[in-house]
């Protein structure tokens, strides 16, 4: 069974910044590209952050700059790094993954549950 679990969310003062985690397990992701969206109240799930099986990233303009994804030394394990954070950042944030490197939330193919993320200004 395959399950990625985020973790790092919680409340932090604009200008502040989270580490979320995401672990994945029940499958192999060496190759597929693991990827940040988040869901903010009354509006569309929207792509983030994402890591390629070959480590090169590529993000959202709106936290280019802010944000940086890592992956872990396991292969299975994915951090996002969030700094100067607004209070338009706040959301809940998923972690995914697909077999290609996409912004689509249709284009991935296992999801975590989200962790939410609340930034106050």
């Known amino acids: 069974q395959v399950q990625l679990v985020e973790s790092g969310g919680g409340l932090v003062q604009a200008g502040g910044s989270l580490r979320l985690s995401c672990t994945a397990s029940?499958?192999?992701?060496?190759?597929?590209?693991m990827v940040w969206f988040r869901q903010a109240p009354g509006k569309e799930r929207e792509f983030v952050a994402g890591?390629?099986?070959?480590?090169?990233?590529y993000y959202a303009d709106s936290v280019k700059g802010r944000f940086t994804i890592s992956r872990g030394h396991a292969e299975n394990t994915v951090y996002l790094q969030m700094n100067s954070l607004k209070a338009e950042d706040t959301a809940v944030y998923y972690c995914?993954?697909?077999?290609?490197?996409?912004?689509?939330?249709?284009?991935?193919?296992?999801w975590g549950k989200g962790t939410l993320v609340t930034v106050s200004s």
């Open positions: 995914a993954s697909g077999p290609d490197a996409v912004v689509a939330p249709a284009g991935m193919e296992y």
């Open positions: 029940g499958r192999t992701f060496s190759t597929y590209a």
């Open positions: 890591i390629r099986w070959t480590i090169s990233t």
